[in-house]
């Protein structure tokens, strides 16, 4: 598993007696005679210790993802039930929104560490930090869901709930996938790598649980919409799925081989592929409620949470994964403005023959191995 | 970059006050660790978990809530000359690690509450009556210095002696360092200083002496403490091309607003696909 960014084994010098830096001080092959050189075999690290700090939250937020994903997406499916005058469906899907939306800020004040100072959270409004901008979601999915809920399930202000519903599938898209910017945007190479996909993921398992809510709460006859939406989720979960752990490479092990989150992640995508199955063989009529189905969808979303984070904690413990891809970057650029100042200088004699100057592109500024994807800005 | 800015906390050289920083030369550190001990005084930082590591005298391991200052002991085997197989000579590095007061700064960034705030010295500091302990700082932080305070509940780190700056003293640690391997001043100042050292010290047949985080265009735009250390950053524990992670926010946000997107097409289309039929 030695690859190219030298990933394997990396910080599991468990026992630690003299920093790796002793025996590995494998040079960057030099690149003598302008081949392509091949970055250090192990990245060195002090006495094998993680770089980052190890992420302190606790159960509550990944099931907090999962919950407040399912919210968020039953909150459009409510609207659109409603619209079409799908009485059941819209009582389901309201009651599994306005559900959601109250277990939510239960789990993610008890992961404070200062639960009592949960207001905090709403003393300002910072774009640069996902978890301000879905905590003012959050609380304002709360409220329009209730009205929702209300002229749903009890019928009372019609023309408010109305409006509510409105601003709850508005609200609701965003409150299933921001939690997947917040992961992305941190230092954890599992996490942040993993940004163009992790959003996807989180669309997809939100809308497979939205589904699997609504389908055990309506009546097969009233429950078509939920069905075909729990197709659409499982493929598009497990479509991002695979991508982010194939753009990862080895950042992504933590995904797919070994340890706890692996282990997890098989399950997830087994049960999500096993919901997605049942729901598309029964897609055009069911008569009875696809209960297998709806708890395999339920379980494969809030298993596939459960593994992301899991995989950013492995991830964040693995010093090879933060200085693997950040010493190939160093590598690559030191070794371009090598390449500039020597390509310089035989230059020089030439300069009057050869007017173009030096010829090398710098490409200082792109990142080399693969593991590093070119940025989308 | 892309279509929208996101506004960043950052330090305004309009200010009169100038940006004050450490410069760490590691090449004057000896060990005493009088900085650990002088920070953990003045800032009444509890005890930290002992540890202890291979032959060394590191027994405080990473910086995190309770450990602001931390010495890093590297001892290893080194050929003293050509043809030695590294049994005969052993080199010994220290350093004294700290925050980094970056200039990007993500843990003041993805802080939800705005306890973490720029100084007017253009240091990173938290605001303990504020901090709620949501712990996002934590992962944030490319350099794993922040943590949370287990019985405590809250997020804590080198304020670089707030209090007494605004007193116009200096940090605790600089001013216990007996090698001034920890210096305190003006950034502007400091990085002059270690321009000229490193050279000095290339000069002298110093191969791997170089400054870290010294320059203004890395991934963080430069640290307010930075350092000269005398081989690879990772040898130390310090990532070696570390960034700011909300750099990529703008593309994470359009990533994620696409997403959303995607998921309210998809309950139209399930929708939409039931009253065509």
Known sequence: MDGDLGLAGGGQDSRGDRPRSGQAR?????????????????????????????????WEIPVYFFVGGMAGASAPLALVASLQGNRGLARAASAAALGGAAISPVLLISDLGRPERFLNMLRVFKPTSPMSVGSWILASFGPAVALGAGRELLGILPRLGRAGQVAGAALGPGLSTYTAALLANTAVPAWHEARRELPFVFAGSSLASASGAALLLTAPVDAAIPRRMGVAGAVLALGATATMEHRLGELGAPYHEGGAAAGVGRAAKTLMATGGLILAARARRGRRRPVLGALALLGGSGLERWAIFKAGVASAADPAATVGPQRAHRNAEERAVARERRSAASAQPAAAAQPAGPAQPAGSSQPAGPVQPARPD | MSGFELEIDLYDSADQQPRMGFFTDTSLCIGCKACEIACKEWNDVPEADLVHRGMSMDNTGTLGADTWRHVAFIEERQPVEL????????????????CKHCTHAACLEVCPTGSLFRTEFGTVVVQEDICNGCGYCVPACPFGVIDKRKEDGRAWKCTLCYDRLKEDQTPACAQACPTHSIQFGELEDLRDRAQKRVGDLVEKGEAGAQLYLADPSDGIGGAGAFFLLL???????????????????????????????TLLASVLGAAFAGRSR
């Open chain 1, 26 to 58: 494998a040079r960057s092959g030099g690149g003598r005679d302008g081949g392509p050189t091949v970055p250090r075999a192990v990245p060195r690290s002090y006495y094998g210790q993680p770089i980052l700090n190890k992420p302190t939250w606790t």
């Open chain 2, 83 to 98: 043809g030695d197989d590294g049994a005969g000579g052993l080199r010994w590095l220290m350093s004294s690690d700290v």
């Open chain 2, 231 to 261: 081989d690879d950053p990772e040898v130390y524990g310090l990532p070696p091309d570390p960034k700011d992670t909300t750099a990529e926010l703008p593309g994470i946000w359009k990533t994620t607003a696409l997403a959303a997107g």
